[in-house]
């Protein structure tokens, strides 16, 4: 394994592999036991011999590895609502979505859990970014031995390990949506709360319960989060969340302006380039560091970029100077450094165990992938 990323920082494995590093669809998770920030997710695959353990042990099932959901990208910028939801960690196959208190059956007839559903109300009204936390392995389809699984974790300490790792840098206030799980956090939430520091950052917590309401969540939350101001959302019961977009909306949208001060000031700082692609111009946000700033010193630049695995446009001989983080997730519209010469313009959304120095986000990238096409396309670069 480690030598396999030794291998990979050659620049010629870089261009044969992977161009300027991206790497789709990987999944990566940290590894719960140890407490880790979402900058250095540790690798899953080292600790997977015992996991499947972590449930089979509770319920008579064979529990399967999650498909990464990735995450949806917003319009606020630093807004995330990350939410748990049973659903999103399970099959639903064979469910009776009609019939159970826990899932809400969609226009399309497809079915969601009711912390998902809550979710995406809260992502739909203040533009945040949207984001599961999804666990390795499923929960069982049946829900009585799902909830011998969760009160099982729950008792033994279990902290499962997740996927999907996401970078939080950019965030300043967080909706974290989940259900109540015998009477506290289910112990995927825990882990979530240990694999990420929440410091300086606003969270809102939302629940949807049987009726344990927040039970003792918040002050689990604050303990484990000590540098973050931990704020009440509300607690929707399971048979009311069908009749509770309204009052979920609302309660979003007020948290949303009592903390918007230090997100607008945030906003105000942040420069602004001009991309443009065939007759089309993007608008980016520059990140506040160095990198970014020197990238702004070179423009106007025009350059040919290449097409790399479907999701990134790349270009050589762009020499800044580089921070390198492990990024996690990349989004659509993402402008990044990889090394200290080649810039790379993501056009689509998915996770990566590849280091990046960020330099900026296209603050509205829809319509970006037809821009570029499929192939080599030539990128003009301005300053305002
Ligand atoms: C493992 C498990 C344990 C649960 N424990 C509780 C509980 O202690 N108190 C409660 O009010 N509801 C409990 N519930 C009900 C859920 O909190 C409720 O159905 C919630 O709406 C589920 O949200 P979801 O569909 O997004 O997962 C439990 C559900 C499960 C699956």
Redo the contacts with the bound molecule.
Sequence with gaps: MKLIKVFLTGILTAVLLSGCGSQSNNTISSNASTSVDSSSPASAEENTGDEIENYTRYADYTPVKAEDAGITSGSAGNILVA??????NTSLDGVDAVSS???QVQEDGTA???????AEWIADETGGDLYPIQTMYT?PMD?DQ??????GQDKDGVHPLLVNPIDLSSYDMIYLV???????L?APMVSFLEDYDLSGKTVCCF???????F?DTIEKIQKAEPDADIVEGIT???SS?ADAEAEVRSAAADLQTSYAPAQEENMTEKQTIQIQIGNQTFTAELEDNETAAAFREKLPLTLQMQELNGNEKYAYDVSLPSDAESVGTIQAGDLMLYGDDCLVLFYDSFSTSYSYTRIGHITDPDGLADAVGNGSVQITFSAE
């Design positions: 939410y748990f939801s049973r659903s999103s208190a826990s899932l969601i859990g009711n912390a998902r559903q809550m929960y829900y799902t909830v011998d699984v969760g009160e989940y259900p109540i799980w015998h009477y506290t289910p629940t949807a319960s049987g009726g344990s309401g039970a929707v019961s399971q969340v």
